[in-house]
């Protein structure tokens, strides 16, 4: 499970403080109380409330939860990162039960492009997690060209990402 210590989060989060951008990495509850509910509750109670000028980043259940909070915004967002989402389930019993409150109906994909903003979509060519096929209908659903990651898998660390200069890129190019 992801954490704010994990991945390439404390790099990113390092990278856009040197270069004047301040940013939030909440920490979710997981496994216990993991659910669509407390994931929001946590995000509410540590992040500032969500503005035109938002940047929303989300990697895997984190690009749900984006998703999910895209869904119900009165406004967009100035952009949206996701990466490596998962539409359903991925075969793994004890991670399709946690992921279950996030998946368990259907995404108002209109409402997601609608509050957006830029929308910047990263998958691997080789996820060992979340299925091709899924990866590509959310692609599709959103109307989005993926950019498509040669050998990143899942875009974790057991991969060796705990870098991400294309995300890091892609953000620069939208905040300059």
């Not at 940013?23 to 669509?36: A, E, G, K, W």
């Not at 998958?123 to 050998?151: F, H, K, N, S, W």
Request: hydrophobic letters at 40%; one cysteine or more; charged letters at 15%.
């Amino acid at each position: 499970m992801g954490s704010p210590a994990g991945n390439w989060f404390p790099w990113l989060s390092a990278q856009l403080i040197e270069s004047g951008i301040p940013n939030y990495v909440p920490t979710f509850p997981s496994p216990q109380n993991h659910s669509l509910r407390s994931w929001l509750d946590a995000f509410d109670q540590q992040c500032p409330p969500i503005d035109q000028q938002t940047i929303l980043i989300g990697h895997s259940l984190g690009a749900v939860l984006c998703m999910r909070i895209l869904e119900k915004l009165p406004h967009p967002v100035k952009a949206t990162a996701l990466i490596s989402p998962p539409l359903g389930e991925i075969g793994i019993p004890e991670i399709d039960t946690l992921n279950s409150s996030f998946l368990d109906h259907p995404f108002n994909w209109s409402a997601i492009r609608a509050n957006a903003g830029e929308l910047s979509y990263f998958m691997g060519d080789d996820d060992q997690y979340v299925p091709q096929e899924q990866l590509l209908t959310i692609a599709r659903e959103l109307e989005v060209q993926p950019m498509v990651i040669p050998g990143a898998g899942h875009l974790n660390s057991e991969t060796g990402y705990t870098r991400f200069p294309e995300l890091l890129a892609e953000l620069r190019r939208i905040t300059t």
